[in-house]
């Protein structure tokens, strides 16, 4: 039904010279000097795209597109004149500064597109706006050419996005815990609007003299809306190195997930001396391959070690304990909290 609706979509609908300024009148004094009057030349303004576009008669295909505040929609247009259209593309727009030819790279946000069936999947995409038209390549169903758009209504429909919505993501803090030929380093992670995409913590780790010495990446899959969550790896002491501390930064993908976003599990607190969790699942479904991250503080709060397990299975209405754990803590570590993500479904 798609491929009929828009078969219409998918083929081609046709193949001076500056005038002189004015001489300045004679001062009224015989003795004083004459002066030119200065031309003043008015700036252009940077044209306003906002409102509605529809692909040209060359087009290769036939779409609409809208564009309100900083965000670009684009659809495809059944070519029989029915209501019905279809996603092609959800992005950014950021509006020219000045008149004349200009490109922009718009970004794509999947989290509207990745359920559309006629959607991109391009990551970004680059557009040109130049003698009043906009031109863009478009790819679709073994088809590929350049579509061509002109503003028919500078109305911007009352239901048009206007904004792209991003997640956010940010380290709250971070520390490093180390026991003879190995450490521990630990990020406090925080993410809201994220659900489904894949968080990557690098660590930067410097020694006692303040040297770069190690850098490692973890990475983790955030199956919830939005939570505080530790994220923490193993890393191999450099021979003849003392580690004295860490920096954590953090980024998140931008893949875009239709995944409802699984419930968030309140942090199980134990002693360090000899830390044990109680895992109780109170929920109807299984608890597949959820990812455990341990969080160990001092006397002060501080970040001092932490670890990792990852069990096949917590099952629905069941208990899972966790003990005999190989943590890595520094000496004056007192709490850890076990923190669990649930896994998202395949």
Not at 215 to 226: A, D, H, I, K, M
Request: charged share 20%; proline share 5%; net charge negative.
């Amino acid at each position: 039904m798609l491929a009929v609706a828009f078969a219409g979509a998918l083929a081609a609908c046709g193949s001076a010279d500056s005038p002189e300024a004015p001489a300045a009148t004679a001062a009224a004094g015989a003795n004083e000097p004459v002066e030119a009057a200065e031309s003043v030349e008015d700036k252009a303004e940077a044209p306003d795209l906002s409102g509605v576009w529809h692909s040209t008669e060359d087009s290769v295909f036939v779409q609409r597109a809208t564009i309100a505040g900083t965000a670009m929609t684009i659809d495809w247009v059944p070519q029989d004149g029915t209501p019905d259209s279809r996603l092609y593309w959800a992005g950014s727009f950021e509006g020219p500064e000045a008149e004349g030819s200009y490109t922009w790279t718009s970004t794509n946000d999947h989290s509207r597109t990745g359920s559309e069936l006629l959607a991109s999947s391009d990551d970004t995409k680059d557009f040109t706006y130049e003698d009043g038209k906009i031109s863009y390549e478009v790819s679709a169903l073994g088809e590929s050419g350049t579509v061509t758009l002109e503003l028919t209504s500078t109305e911007v429909p009352a239901d048009a996005v206007t904004s792209v919505e991003k997640g956010e993501i940010e380290v709250l803090e971070s520390g490093i815990a180390v026991d003879g030929d190995y450490a521990y380093a630990s990020a406090m992670v925080k993410h809201e609007g994220l659900t489904g995409e894949f968080a990557t913590v690098l660590f930067n780790v410097y020694d006692d003299e303040d040297n770069l010495v190690v850098s490692q990446e973890q990475v983790e899959e955030l199956g919830t809306e939005g939570t505080t969550f530790p994220i923490g790896t193993h890393i191999e002491v450099p021979s003849g190195s003392t580690l004295a501390r860490v920096e954590a930064t953090v980024s998140a993908s931008e893949y875009g997930s239709s995944s409802e976003a699984r419930a968030i599990v309140a942090p199980i607190e134990s002693s360090a001396d000899a830390p044990q969790f109680l895992i109780q699942n109170t929920t109807e479904e299984n608890w597949e391959d959820p990812r455990i991250q341990i969080l160990c503080r001092d006397d002060a709060g501080d970040i001092a070690g932490g670890g990792s397990e990852y069990p096949t299975m917590i099952p629905a209405g069941g208990e899972f304990m966790l003990t005999d754990l190989s943590l890595i803590t520094s000496g004056d570590a007192t709490t850890c909290e076990a923190y669990v993500m649930l896994s998202l479904p395949m």
